[in-house]
């Protein structure tokens, strides 16, 4: 993935654009996933939470922050 254009995807989000934000949101996701499925690997916390929750819960948390 290619930092430049999720970096335009940022600021255009950043300055409300909702397409923007979904967008970025289509573009990082995956990558989100297999971190948080790294993450999670020989955890004991992995039993009780999937990768996707744990993405779905850190985007909910961003949001949030951007709502306040």
Known sequence: MSTAPV??????????DAGARDALLAAVYPELRRLARRLLVGDRMRQQIEPTELVHGAALKLIGQAQL
């Open 7 to 16: 970096t335009e995807l940022l600021q255009r989000a950043a300055g409300g």
